[in-house]
């Protein structure tokens, strides 16, 4: 199970904070994606969207890439 929209861990993916490293193109993309945004923009506002955007797609794709996910989230 994943953790809540409103948990920290979130934040942190989003900003590169806590690495994402992945043999997955997707999770790859969206690390960059993220990072490039973040940097850009480090706004309060950017980062709760990077933020919404990350466990959107975690929360989407769960089932496909759980075992991937098990691991950025320990």
């Known amino acids: ?8 861990v979130w934040v942190q993916i989003a900003t590169g904070k806590k690495p994402v490293q992945s ?3 997707a999770i790859n993309l969206l690390a960059k994606s993220n ?3 973040f940097e850009r923009d480090p ?3 950017n980062v709760k969207l990077l933020a919404a955007k ?9 089932l ?9 989230l320990k």
Not at 1 to 8: D, E, G, N, V
Not at 54 to 62: A, D, R, S, V, W
Not at 64 to 72: K, L, P, R
């Open 1 to 8: 199970m994943l953790p809540a929209a409103s948990h920290p």
């Open 23 to 25: 043999g997955n193109l």
């Open 35 to 37: 990072k490039n945004s």
């Open 43 to 45: 706004s309060s506002e």
């Open 54 to 62: 990350t466990h959107e797609f975690f929360i989407k794709y769960e």
């Open 64 to 72: 496909v890439f759980a075992s991937e996910f098990a691991q950025i």
